[in-house]
């Protein structure tokens, strides 16, 4: 009787592993070289509703200008002709509702961008961290959200990892890493090779 293993030839068990576990490194480090000099892009916009708050207001002493104010940058976002920035961390979608005399107007203002390139004194971290993890969109208190004192409204943060993906909606989906794949296809492999070659 053959047994499954003995179909690579007169290898042995062990060298079948470490031949197919070589093979998944060479695929998996091939991805994370690519994905570590890629730098992926992000849509760079705030609403028109913040131009006037940022060229006359105070925004502009806590935010980047970004390419373009329009309202294409409103949600759901219309992408042509807005301007992207390189982003070699998370992209970021901001929705905020616009709040007049201590009213919601019904209008909410949108901005977008990467994470390391649109609030200038950065983002509390302990909150940032569970959006490095996962896309996702959350309300977020200000005071939770900014490294510095901020009152008002909670804002809805979206994160995504990927090229121009603060264009498309949030799947939810957590960020896996190419070494934890590798690791589960590995578990699968030798969980289905102990099973039928004996």
Do not use: W
Request: hydrophobic fraction near 35%; aromatic fraction near 12%; charged fraction near 20%.
């Amino acid at each position: 009787m053959v047994q499954c293993g003995r179909i690579y030839g007169r290898l042995r068990p062990f060298e079948t592993n470490f031949v197919f576990i070589s093979f998944l490194f060479v695929v998996s480090g091939k991805n994370v070289y690519e994905s570590s000099i890629l730098t992926n892009r992000c849509y760079s916009c705030m609403s028109e509703g913040y131009r006037d708050l940022f060229r006359e207001g105070e925004l502009h002493k806590y935010f980047f200008e970004p390419k373009n104010f329009t309202d294409q940058c409103d949600h759901p976002i219309n992408p042509s002709g807005i301007g992207f920035v390189p982003c070699r961390t998370i992209c970021l979608t901001l929705i905020q509702d616009l709040v007049v005399m201590g009213r919601s107007s019904g209008k909410r203002l949108t901005m977008r961008g990467c994470s390391t390139s649109l609030n200038k004194r950065g983002f509390v971290n302990r909150t940032m961290h569970l959006f490095d993890r996962f896309d996702m969109c959350r309300e977020v208190q200000m005071s939770d959200l900014f490294n510095y004192e901020a009152y008002g409204p909670p804002v809805t943060v979206c994160s995504c990892l990927g090229d121009k993906c603060n264009g498309i909606a949030s799947s939810g989906h957590p960020k896996i890493p190419s070494i934890l794949l590798l690791a589960v296809l590995t578990g699968i492999y030798s969980y289905h090779y102990h099973n039928f070659t004996l």
